[in-house]
């Protein structure tokens, strides 16, 4: 490949990075409901059928003509970035797109297998017998986990870019399985997939959080409260110990992000961990300072030495407040989320009823939204973190982005269809979620026969 | 044969899938536009609607097949082409969110500005999106994409004879294949009078699509000379032959109300014409790039290929039960709780299916 002859202008590039992580960052929370709620669905139902409540089965119902609306949008906000990867980056698609390609290709079929049983779970309801039906949101299920698995894979590739050799900006072999399980892909892929079904069941408890705020608490808001947020909280505390193993592996492999999440400078051991502050002019200022915690809590030890900022030069350092704050933001979240699936578990155990206080409710209702922040904080920890790379450490994202000019009207032109989109969608779901009565094919027939186009 | 035109040739089998199922689903939206009003346009839209319904995800991901199996196996095209075709691919990109998202808002939603809005929407960009891709494949045929990253003439590439030929092309190949599907759904579900009113456009479509096709032949004649040579006298001519003999006997079929038999010829008609294209430029991607040259190293297209034989093993037998189960007549339960407003659709969910 040619090297490039023309750069992309600052103003561009930046327009790139943005569309990018407007589109990401849409796509990532549709995806997480597309990994998480075919589960809930499918638990649902089957309580549906193995009691023959009809709370379970309403709730099944109603999440799956959700699910569809979901699903679609999400099938469509994940093409646009499968186009994305070429339109804006092709300096890293040119390069390395066969070095990614593998878990992309896998995902492909993933997300056909997903595609179509999906088709099936929603048209055919009538069709199948109620357990041929349940089976077949079964490879929903595996292939959401699937889909999120190889996409993360790809992802976790440009931290730890492995499987290949490259002389001259050539590359010469390929270890297309190599570079899949690169290093960074376990650790990366657990976080993810356990982040996409705390959303999801976080998210879905919201609804009826709200709902039994409004004074209804009949049985059926009350599982609909009950069963995603059980989910959610019992992921909880395993997400809290799968997210210090992503942090120790980063410190391990990646030392300049952690650097920048942390906000440390100075190498140096013994190193304190900063709680909030914000950097200015290279100084961590406004910080609680809890002695020895990075060290302790990055490498097992509390006088390990923790790499600093300094040992690159500045262009090679990932903008440092908005990392450290987004990743305050996400494990600030995060033991919010505990604290409150604990609440919960222990009124259980000690009860054996559900939190019966007006605040629990508050604060579930809160707590979707807060597991969605989670979500976009931790990605924008891993991404920004990783600048001004896109492969780490061997292609500069400023190098990879598409030199054509125009970038920033094409930015303003995506950003206004996903201001639409997103506005639609939230209205769609709301009407959805005040839906009586649900049909009982989810998507069987037209939402309202009589009503005309 | 070589790994890397084996690749090549599952590429294009990828492609001639979406655009004869993804492309008959954009069809259904060209309907849908114009359609007539809400009142007089109520059957056809609901026709189409659930044709689409349980398919059109499953063959839309063909095209995310397509655009990951090219950057996989062959980056540097890949780079090329999305870099220089920047701008109608972005339009490409923002009509498929577009049509799918307003699509799914359109079945849930129940008053009737709703429905017109994001009908409107879904009709709309399923015309954009058809005319973006052909444009931009139009680009690529008559050598306007070279090797490189934005290399090409940012506007030109896709707007210039060929492209704005290959564009009407995409759309009207996309109208004729739904007409052609939709009539038999039309017939199995006992609506007579639709299937006569698609029948009726399948017939003007495929000879409003045959008569773009020779202008194309000609464009290419004065835009892209050796690929009209390989098309009329080279390796490709069996191609054209398959498709132009293809085209005239699905009218005949059409006139006749063979309406399984004419899926089939309709759906040659126009994968003679894609694979002509392919054989055509063969083995030639870009300007002075082969296939050999573009392509990835051996190792990832093997395991890509295997990978992707994996798949087919999981892929064939589901989307054969979906098809299968999405042209059968519903059984409506009159159990619990039945749709608002109306008697339900009994016996006529009808599905865009492969043409069989």
Redesign the interface.
């Known amino acids: 490949?040619?090297p490039?002859?023309?750069a992309a202008t600052p103003a561009d590039l930046l327009a790139a990075r943005l569309q990018m992580g407007l589109s990401l960052g849409w796509h990532i929370v549709l995806a997480c409901f597309g990994v998480g709620m075919p589960a809930m669905t499918l638990i649902a139902e089957w309580r549906g059928l193995r009691t023959g409540d009809?709370a379970y089965q309403l709730l099944a119902r109603r999440w799956a003509?959700a699910m569809?609306?979901l699903?679609?949008?999400g099938?469509?906000?994940?093409?646009?970035l499968?186009?994305?990867?070429?339109?804006l980056w092709?300096?890293l698609?040119?390069?390395?797109?066969?070095?990614i390609?593998?878990p992309?290709?896998?995902?492909?079929?993933a997300?056909?297998?997903e595609?179509?049983?999906?088709?099936?779970y929603?048209?055919?309801w009538?069709?199948?017998s109620p357990r041929q039906h349940l089976l077949a949101g079964i490879?929903i299920v595996i292939a959401g986990i699937a889909s999120a698995f190889f996409v993360v894979a790809a992802n976790a590739w440009m931290n730890q870019p492995t499987g290949f050799d490259e002389r001259h900006h050539r590359?010469?072999?390929?270890?297309?399985?190599r570079a899949m399980f690169n290093p960074a892909t376990p650790p990366q892929t657990v976080h993810m997939i356990l982040a996409a079904f705390m959303v999801t069941g976080f998210g879905l408890a919201s609804v009826y959080a709200v709902a039994m705020l409004r004074g209804r608490r009949d049985r059926y808001h009350r599982l609909g409260f009950a069963l995603p947020f059980t989910i959610a909280a019992v992921i909880t505390p395993i997400q809290i110990v799968v997210g210090d193993w992503a942090a120790r592996f980063v410190a391990e492999h990646q030392p300049i992000k952690l650097a920048a999440m942390e906000g440390v400078y100075v190498t140096q051991s013994g190193v304190p961990l900063h709680v909030g502050g914000i950097v200015v002019n290279g100084h961590m200022r406004y910080a609680l300072e809890i002695p020895y915690a990075l060290s302790l809590l990055a490498h097992g030890n509390p006088f390990a030495t923790v790499i600093g900022l300094n040992t690159v030069p500045p262009t090679d350092r990932p903008p440092v407040n908005v990392v450290h704050l987004s990743f305050q933001v996400m494990v600030g979240i995060g033991f919010a989320l505990l604290a409150l699936a604990l609440w919960w578990a222990i009124v259980w155990w000690r009860r054996r009823r559900a939190p019966a206080s007006p605040w629990f409710y508050r604060a579930s209702a809160l707590a979707g939204v807060g597991a969605v922040i989670a979500l976009e904080s931790g990605w924008v920890t891993t991404e920004v973190g990783r600048q001004p790379w896109v492969v780490y450490g061997i292609l500069r994202t400023a190098d990879a982005v598409?030199?054509?000019?125009?970038l920033v009207v094409?930015f303003f032109?995506?950003a206004s269809?996903y201001v639409v989109?997103t506005i639609?969608?939230v209205y769609?779901l709301r009407?959805?979620a005040r839906?009586r009565?649900?049909?009982?094919?989810p998507?069987?027939?037209?939402?309202?026969?009589?009503?005309?186009? | 044969m070589t790994l890397a035109t084996v690749t090549l040739a599952v590429l294009w089998v990828g492609l001639t899938l979406y655009v004869l199922l993804g492309g008959a689903d954009f069809g259904g939206g060209v309907w849908d536009l114009i359609a007539g009003g809400p009142e007089r346009g109520r059957e056809t839209r609901r026709l189409v609607e659930h044709s689409l319904g349980p398919v059109w995800e499953a063959n839309h991901v063909w095209l995310i097949f397509v655009v990951v199996v090219l950057w996989t196996s062959f980056p540097p095209v890949f780079a090329s082409v999305a870099s220089t075709l920047y701008i109608p691919l972005t339009l490409a990109a923002l009509g498929i969110i577009g049509r799918g998202a307003a699509f799914a808002y359109r079945k849930v939603t129940t008053q009737l500005w709703q429905q017109r809005l994001f009908g409107a929407v879904f009709a709309f960009s399923s015309v954009m999106t058809p005319f973006f891709l052909g444009a931009a494949a139009g680009g690529i045929a008559s050598g306007r994409v070279p090797l490189g990253i934005a290399r090409g003439n940012l506007v030109t590439s896709w707007w210039n004879p060929t492209s704005v030929v290959a564009g009407l092309l995409a759309v009207g190949t996309a109208a004729y294949l739904a007409a052609v599907y939709l009539t038999r759904d039309a017939q199995r579900g006992h609506a007579e009078d639709l299937a006569e009113y698609f029948r009726r456009r399948a017939l003007i479509t495929g000879v409003v699509v045959g008569g773009l096709a020779v202008v194309g032949l000609l464009v290419l004649y004065l835009d892209e000379r050796s690929l009209f040579v390989e098309l009329t006298t080279g390796r490709a001519l069996p191609l054209l032959i398959v498709s132009v003999v293809s085209g005239v006997v699905s009218l005949v079929l059409l006139v006749r109300r063979a309406f399984l038999a004419v899926r089939v010829t309709a759906a040659l008609a126009v994968a003679g014409l894609l694979w002509g294209w392919g054989v055509g430029q063969y083995p030639m991607l870009l300007p002075g790039v082969t296939v050999q040259e573009a392509s990835a190293s051996r190792t990832v297209l093997a395991a890509s290929l295997g990978a992707l034989l994996g798949g087919a093993i999981l892929l064939v037998p589901s989307l054969w039960w979906l098809f299968h189960l999405s042209q059968q007549p519903t059984t409506v339960r009159q159990s619990d709780t039945a749709p608002r407003g109306g008697e339900p659709p009994g016996g006529e969910p009808p599905g865009v299916e492969p043409p069989d």
Do not use: K
Request: no cysteine.
């Open positions: 490949m040619h490039l002859a023309v009809p003509r569809g609306v699903f679609a949008v099938a469509v906000s994940g093409t646009i499968s186009f994305e990867m070429g339109l092709p300096g698609m040119g390069r390395y797109g066969q070095v390609g593998l992309f290709a896998l995902e492909a079929i997300f056909f297998i595609a179509i049983f999906l088709g099936i929603l048209y055919a009538d069709r199948l490879p590359i010469i072999s390929v270890a297309p399985w598409n030199p054509a000019p125009g094409g032109i995506v269809v989109l639609a969608t769609v009407l959805l839906e009565p649900v049909p009982v094919a998507q069987e027939y037209d939402a309202d026969e009589s009503g005309a186009s």
